[in-house]
């Protein structure tokens, strides 16, 4: 991965890292909150030899000393020095555990003894610092003095006495918070990159990229209100979601231009990725460039089309392919743009077969004399066979991958069952795109107000998706028209 990749995935998992970092902030408030207060006390002893000699038995005797400290500093935590003071002052201790709670240093090339003591009060503190201080003075003298009885010639004299502290040394609240901080932060940083190593969902177009060389024919924002008002017409005209129906319709047809063939097949590799709405979205989009098109519901197992617009469901292209009817007798027309849908029929126990059929072939044929372009909904390419099937009959394919929707793994499988069948991959369609982070997906357009617009009649009839929409579109006159002129065309 690389910064830029690093930068993306920060900004995909902020939440998660903002979590993070807020929850270690808040563990080591609570531990400072929780934790026992402590009390550090010091005392300092100055270690010198009782000598009157030449000035150079002083400089000897000086380094004797500096020798001998160190030697002081680990008497001051033995029981010799530490049984005096747990007698004196009346401790509830071994001299093993006094050790664990005191501690003694010099610093390098002095003959300064440090001693302090750890306690929850610090008056206590306090007593057991001085109290080791004073123990280890009597000590080192006994453990110094001659034999013969003379005075020791080492002296140890305390320059800075005991005092009992007033604020504690632990827990050290300022500290705490900061290792708390740093600790969830990075902790955060480190669960972003590992998930993102193991999520293996397709978010964005870099995502896409990344794993495909198929062209983006564009992306659709994810809309929470798609689900109640599927259609483009449902939708202002200078929304985002409209623009990027445009801007797929005009990439569309630059990626088809090289195609003899009319009929494109929109699919999927799961289903819930949209490939219903955007097949439909795309023909009222063609349709309103002023493109004859007509919109063919071939998912015979799953039909939506019919549902989406209001439609006759059950006699379409099922009754075409058993020969129960003409094609020209089953096509609706819907809105008052050049748009005709042929539904799915009833659902037979065969669709494969039956898309797989000559039948199929011929009728594909007949719809492209007649119009500009031939859109087709296919099942989801993973679960059946239907759209592979299918793909050998269109001149090109349009993929929808749904954001969060599909593993890489799904979309490897999808262009290699296409590219088995040797289908022409016209392009993707991202779809679900969220509408924020660093995988947003939006376009720039003119602000609009949507109570100020007008609503197109197409607009008006869209809103009714009940059986009453197909009497409404067959009154339309210039639909009604349009459709004679086709039927009329027919052999």
């Not at 493109?291 to 006699?315: C, F, H, K, T």
């Not at 500009?372 to 909904?377: G, L, R, S, Y």
């Not at 602000?447 to 007008?454: C, E, F, K, L, R």
Request: glycine residues 6%; charged residues 15%.
């Amino acid at each position: 991965m690389n910064l830029k990749e690093y930068g993306r995935v920060l900004r995909r998992n902020w939440v998660v890292i903002t979590a993070c970092t807020l929850l270690g902030l808040l563990a080591a408030a609570a531990f400072s909150m929780l934790a026992k207060p402590t009390y550090s006390a010091q005392t300092q002893l100055f270690v010198a030899i009782q000598s009157a000699g030449s000035v150079a038995e002083l400089q000897q005797g000086n380094s004797f000393t500096q020798a001998r400290v160190l030697s002081y500093v680990e008497t001051a935590r033995t029981p010799l020095v530490l049984q005096p003071v747990i007698d004196s002052l009346g401790l509830q201790e071994t001299p093993a555990e006094l050790a664990s709670s005191v501690s003694a240093g010099a610093d390098l090339n002095t003959v300064l003894i440090t001693i302090a003591a750890v306690n929850s009060s610090p008056v206590q503190a306090a007593a057991v610092a001085q109290a080791v201080a004073d123990s280890l003075i009597t000590v080192v003298g006994d453990l110094e003095r001659p034999d013969s009885g003379a005075p020791s010639p080492i002296k140890l004299s305390m320059v800075t006495p005991a005092v009992a502290p007033t604020s504690p040394v632990s827990p050290n609240i300022e500290l705490n918070l900061l290792i708390g901080l740093l600790g969830g932060l990075i902790g955060g940083i480190v669960f972003a990159v590992l998930r993102e190593a193991l999520d293996t969902k397709i978010r964005g177009e870099a995502d896409f990229v990344e794993y495909s060389k198929a062209p983006v024919l564009g992306g659709i924002a994810y809309d929470p209100h798609a689900a109640k008002k599927p259609l483009l017409t449902q939708t202002a005209p200078q929304s985002p979601r409209a623009e990027s129906f445009r801007q797929i319709r005009t990439n569309f047809q630059f990626a088809n231009i090289s195609s003899k063939s009319k009929t494109v097949l929109v699919t999927s590799s799961l289903p819930g990725e949209g490939k219903s709405t955007t097949a439909t979205n795309l023909a009222m989009a063609m349709a309103q460039a002023g493109q004859r098109v007509v919109l063919v519901e071939a998912d015979l197992r799953r039909p939506m089309v019919a549902s989406y617009l209001g439609l006759e469901g059950m006699a379409g292209l099922t009754t075409a392919l058993i020969g129960d009817a003409r094609v020209v007798d089953l096509l609706q027309p819907w809105g008052e743009d050049e748009l005709f849908v042929l539904t799915s029929g009833r659902i037979p126990p065969n669709p494969s077969e039956l898309l797989a059929s000559e039948a199929m072939s011929r009728l594909i044929l007949e719809l492209e004399n007649t119009f500009d372009a031939v859109i087709i909904d296919a099942p989801s390419l993973l679960p059946v066979t239907d759209a592979a099937v299918l793909a050998q009959k269109v001149g090109g394919v349009v993929l929808v991958v749904g954001a969060g929707k599909i593993k890489t793994q799904d979309l490897e499988k999808s262009i290699a069952s296409l590219g088995l069948v040797e289908a022409n991959l016209l392009g993707v369609v991202l779809n679900l795109l969220p509408t924020k982070g660093p995988d947003a997906y939006a376009y720039s357009h003119y602000s609009y107000n949507s109570n100020t617009i007008a609503k197109r009649p197409s607009e008006r009839t869209a809103k009714s998706i009940t059986g009453s929409h197909m009497r409404t579109a067959r009154r339309s006159a210039k639909a009604e028209s349009d459709y004679d002129t086709i039927i009329g065309s027919q052999p």
